[in-house]
């Protein structure tokens, strides 16, 4: 692994050491604090990071092995779904073989709720967990990189300034995903560069071509070098979008000025805002791996949407926003034609969507005006791209107790 050095997550052997220097970091304590206790952080910062350098250090000293600590964090993270959603449900768990690597490519919503969730629902459910990709933009924060090289994650670099420092950086990535996969090493990665703010979610064809970069040259023909990652389309749907009002504002400012400047910290607030914030139900649906790929990436990629769209699992919030728009010829709909062109939608009773209408309101009135088409436009565009999509079958869904 000494080639990947610059991307790769820590290993076993250096998971002791990053675990003891996290438990004396000072801002990592205070991070915690905040996290478990705000009102004492607030008033007692001192005190309290010295109960969570005691707290961290009798449940996680000793630990040696990445899989152990993701063990044993499994419970917090439990709670921590728990807390923030009605319920989590999956579907197509039943196509996935427990012994096999998969490359795992997920619509984007959260920067890290997202592989947290997939992490989490393959765990519980007795698969190996994923080595995440996650952007260099991230790690400008030095304890949330620390936290993520712990947690299997390793790093796709997107600040390079030429050509060939791009290229040479795409080849390091693709050799790392491809020899995660021959070494039995599952990967999660977004299917573009950054979040879905708008709802729709589309695959970037550069994407698949990184994959097979590293292949190339050895001569393995295209189709066949994606078969070989056993590409699994992940489908993740949120009710509510904790974020939603930050990333409708940044589409409005975008519109009317052509650019967005990211405050310093946004990404860490809405990391945090991510994780804590109130998602309602969620559902994630794992695709069949792909095992007869298309010969280009961009067919490829145009495949993997229509598999991401067409077991998209709409909810109330989705149908409302739908009505609301006004975006398709179809917008007036009732929920049982939406229910029946699209086989993962719920259906739904009267209160149900009498609720969604009110949180919806709700949500629009705490926009400007200029922002709340952008709001609604994030949850009506999941069902545009379900009702379009040319591949559509039934599946089972599973909730988890």
Not at 34 to 55: H, N, Q, T
Not at 180 to 195: L, P
Not at 262 to 283: A, C, P, R
């Amino acid at each position: 692994m000494q080639e990947f050095d610059a991307i790769r997550p820590y290993s076993d052997e250096e998971t002791p050491t990053a675990i003891n220097n996290l438990v004396r970091d000072r801002e990592f304590l205070d991070m915690v604090g905040r996290f478990k206790s705000p009102v004492l952080a607030k008033w007692a910062p001192a005190m309290l990071r010295l109960w969570v350098k005691r707290w961290l250090i009798s449940h996680f000293a000793g630990i040696t092995r990445i899989d152990d600590l993701q063990a044993r964090l499994s419970g917090y993270v439990g709670e921590l779904v728990d807390n923030t959603t009605t319920r989590v449900t999956h579907s197509g768990l039943e196509n996935l073989d427990k012994h096999s690597a998969h490359l795992f490519i997920s619509n984007h919503r959260d920067i890290v709720f997202d592989p947290m969730v997939v992490n989490y629902l393959l765990f519980m459910n007795g698969f190996r967990t994923t080595r995440i990709a996650i952007g260099d933009n991230l790690l400008a924060n030095r304890v949330f990189a620390e936290m993520m090289r712990l947690n299997k994650s390793f790093v796709v670099r997107r600040s390079m300034t030429s050509p060939r420092e791009m290229r040479d950086a795409y080849i390091m990535l693709s050799s790392f995903i491809n020899h995660s996969i021959d070494t039995n090493d599952s990967i999660w990665i977004a299917q573009r560069e950054g979040r879905a703010k708008n709802g729709l979610d589309f695959t970037d064809p550069a994407i698949i071509k990184m994959f097979y970069m590293s292949r190339k040259k050895s001569g393995l023909a295209f189709g066949e070098a994606m078969n070989r990652l056993h590409i699994v389309p992940v489908s993740i749907a949120y009710e509510y979008d904790p974020c939603d009002l930050d990333k409708a504002r940044e589409l409005e400012t975008r519109a009317r000025t052509g650019e967005y400047i990211k405050s310093e910290g946004e990404d860490t607030n809405q990391i945090m805002k991510g994780l804590t914030g109130f998602k309602g139900h969620v559902h994630v649906h794992f695709g069949a791996p792909i095992a007869d790929a298309e010969d280009n990436p961009k067919d490829l990629a145009a495949r993997i949407d229509r598999e991401m769209h067409a077991n998209y699992h709409l909810h109330t919030s989705n149908l409302v926003a739908y009505q609301q728009r006004g975006i398709h010829p179809d917008s007036h709909a009732s929920r049982e034609t939406v229910s029946d062109a699209v086989v993962t939608a719920e259906a739904w009773s009267e209160a149900e969507i009498a609720a969604a209408e009110a949180e919806m309101e709700r949500r629009l009135d705490a926009c400007d005006p200029a922002v709340r088409p952008y709001l609604l436009d994030m949850y009506a565009n999941p069902v545009v791209t379900a009702l379009e999509a040319n591949n559509r079958r039934p599946h089972s869904t599973t909730e988890h107790s």
